[in-house]
């Protein structure tokens, strides 16, 4: 059961699975071009950001289930009740939303658990102000170490470019792992298809529903970010979003229709599949009623014959013949022969 139903819009409930005294990792990066600084918090230590002037600042915090440190964060940061709601529910739609001093963003980062061999859904949310980026995930996760480590090696031109570049960093990173999910669906669907093509079992089935099903959810989570990307051209957004970075955004996007693309092409071969496995199941099935029919035909003079001499009349000649038993199996072996030989011929066997 939703645990926002009956609530007034504003409520801060995390809707979430995490157990709320899971402690919450927060760390702030400050970095410039020249230097870099990195200060790790836990709530418990009641952190309070220091921005300092000419660095860019990146707050990433690991957990939203804490909802004193998110009315905390909201607090300090003029953050409004309905943002944050939205934070801290887990199945919030991938949306943009404008505030005066802020842009709120949340979208779904997918990961493939190839231990469980599951796909993971997580939500992510940044908030970009005009001179500080905060990020929240559900739960620590080590998709971002690789702009980390740019960052603190001032590797590229992340160290030189705004916060409003690293927002774009971070959510191609995400976007980009879409694409392992992509490639992973993509190879599942190529093994069913020669399993279903080669052995049509229940199971195949079940599981084509089971990747179906997948997909569907994965579509779900994926499909709204075209209508995000394309809001970073509205004029209010464009007051945080710097003109230099508008290629990559472009980039971005083309990048997300590549991928609904990719995701409505695996769906529609998801359906072909499910009539595949309908088609070979009845070819299958044709194939067995053809050995029957054909098997059927063979026997049904050799039937007529048994039936002829097993009448049991006083006055049948060829029953008093000393070969007459030995001529019936000659003449039958004939007609099996003979009708082998034809559907041999006619390539029906």
Request: hydrophobic share 45%.
């Given at each position: 059961?939703n ?6 819009p ?39 950001a ?18 004193d ?16 709601e ?5 199945s ?43 990020s ?21 031109v992340?160290?030189s ?15 980009d ?16 298809e ?16 089971i990747?179906?099903?997948?997909l569907l ?12 990307v394309?809001?970073f ?53 044709n ?18 014959l ?44």
């Amino acid at each position: 059961m939703n645990k926002k139903v009956g609530l007034q819009p504003g409520s801060l409930i995390y809707t979430g699975s995490i157990d709320k005294n899971t402690e919450i990792p927060i760390t702030q990066y400050s970095y410039n071009n020249k230097s870099f600084n990195k200060t790790h918090f836990l709530y418990k230590d009641n952190f309070s950001a220091n921005l300092k002037e000419n660095f860019k600042t990146w707050i990433d915090i690991d957990g939203i289930h804490n909802i004193d440190l998110i009315k905390k964060i909201g607090e300090k940061f003029k953050i409004d009740s309905l943002i944050l709601e939205d934070l801290l529910n887990n199945s919030q739609r991938p949306k943009l939303e404008v505030r005066e001093n802020f842009i709120f963003i949340t979208l779904k980062m997918i990961t493939h658990n190839k231990a469980l061999n599951k796909y993971e859904y997580e939500q992510v949310s940044f908030i970009l102000f005009k001179n500080l980026l905060l990020s929240f995930q559900e739960k620590p996760n080590n998709i971002f170490d690789n702009i980390k480590l740019r960052i603190e090696n001032n590797i590229g031109v992340l160290s030189s470019k705004d916060e409003d570049y690293l927002l774009y960093a971070l959510i191609d990173r995400i976007v980009d792992n879409y694409f392992l999910i992509i490639e992973d669906l993509e190879e599942k669907i190529q093994n069913l298809e020669i399993q279903i093509s080669t052995n049509p079992t229940k199971e195949a089935f079940e599981d084509i529903l089971i990747q179906k099903k997948e997909l569907l959810k994965v579509k779900k989570s994926i499909f709204p970010l075209r209508e995000l990307v394309s809001k970073f051209s509205d004029v209010k957004v464009r007051d945080f979003i710097q003109n230099d970075i508008s290629i990559y955004l472009i980039d971005l996007q083309d990048h997300i229709i590549i991928i609904n693309e990719s995701i409505d092409f695996l769906f529609n071969r998801e359906n072909d599949l499910i009539q595949l496995y309908h088609s070979t199941l009845s070819n299958n099935m044709n194939e067995v009623m053809k050995v029957l029919a054909m098997i059927s035909t063979i026997f049904i003079p050799l039937s007529f014959l048994a039936g002829v001499y097993g009448m049991n009349f006083q006055f049948m000649p060829e029953l008093t013949w000393k070969y007459g038993y030995f001529i019936i199996l000659i003449i039958m072996f004939i007609i099996f022969a003979g009708s082998i030989l034809f559907f041999k011929k006619k390539k029906w066997w």
